[in-house]
C-alpha cells in the first residue's frame, strides 16, 4: 500500500471485519470469513485505477463504481443509493464501450496509414464472429459434398443407421 492513510484505513476495517469471527470454532468456516474479509476491505481502499481486467473493455471509473456498489448495505433503505449508483454505473459502461471502440478504430486507422496488414486485421479477427470448429462439410458416399441442409440430416441419419444396424455388423464379421 503506497500511503499511510491507506494502510491506517485498511487495518481499522479489517480489524472490524474480523471481531465478529473471533469465536468461530470451525477453522474452514473462521478461514473463510478472514478470506471474505481481506477481499471487502482490499476492495474498498486500494486504489482502483491500478487494477487490471480481463475485459479490457471496462475502464477505471466503471470498476470504481462496481466496487462501491458492492459496499452498500442490504435493505430497502438503500434502494435510492443502489439506483443511483446503477444509474452512474450504465453511463460510465457506454461511455467505456464507446472509448474501447475509438480506441480499437484508431488502432486500425494507424496499422492503415502504416501499410501493416497485421496490425490491421489483428482487431477484426478479435472483434469478429469465432468460427465454429465444427466442420460444415458433408460428403455422399461417393464423396461428392452436400450443400443442402435437409440431405446433410438425412446423410447424418442413414450414417448413424448403418453404425448401428445389427445386420451391417454381422455383414462385416462375415
Known amino acids: 500500500m503506497s500511503n499511510e492513510k491507506t494502510k491506517i484505513r485498511f487495518q481499522e476495517q479489517t480489524r472490524s471485519h474480523l471481531d465478529s469471527s473471533e469465536n468461530e470454532a470451525d477453522p474452514d468456516v473462521a478461514w473463510r470469513d478472514i478470506q471474505a474479509a481481506v477481499e471487502t476491505v482490499v476492495a474498498s481502499t486500494s486504489n482502483l485505477n491500478h487494477k487490471v481486467t480481463k475485459n479490457q473493455r471496462i475502464f477505471s471509473r466503471s470498476i470504481t463504481l462496481m466496487g462501491s456498489r458492492k ?7 438503500h434502494d435510492g443509493e443502489r439506483k443511483q449508483i446503477r444509474s ?3 453511463k460510465s459502461r457506454r461511455n467505456d464501450r464507446e472509448q474501447w471502440w475509438a ?8 496499422a492503415a496509414t502504416i501499410g501493416n496488414t497485421t496490425q490491421l486485421y489483428r482487431p477484426i479477427k478479435e472483434i469478429g464472429i469465432n468460427k465454429s470448429s465444427v466442420s460444415q462439410t458433408i460428403s455422399k458416399k461417393d464423396d461428392t459434398l452436400i ?6 440430416l438425412e446423410r447424418w441419419a442413414e450414417h448413424f443407421r448403418e453404425q448401428f444396424s445389427y ?3 454381422a455383414r462385416q464379421c462375415e
Open 103 to 110: 480506441t480499437k478504430a484508431k488502432e486500425m486507422e494507424k
Open 88 to 90: 452512474r454505473l450504465s
Open 167 to 169: 445386420s451391417t455388423i
Open 147 to 152: 450443400c443442402s441442409q435437409s440431405r446433410r
Open 71 to 77: 459496499l452498500i448495505p442490504s435493505g430497502s433503505e
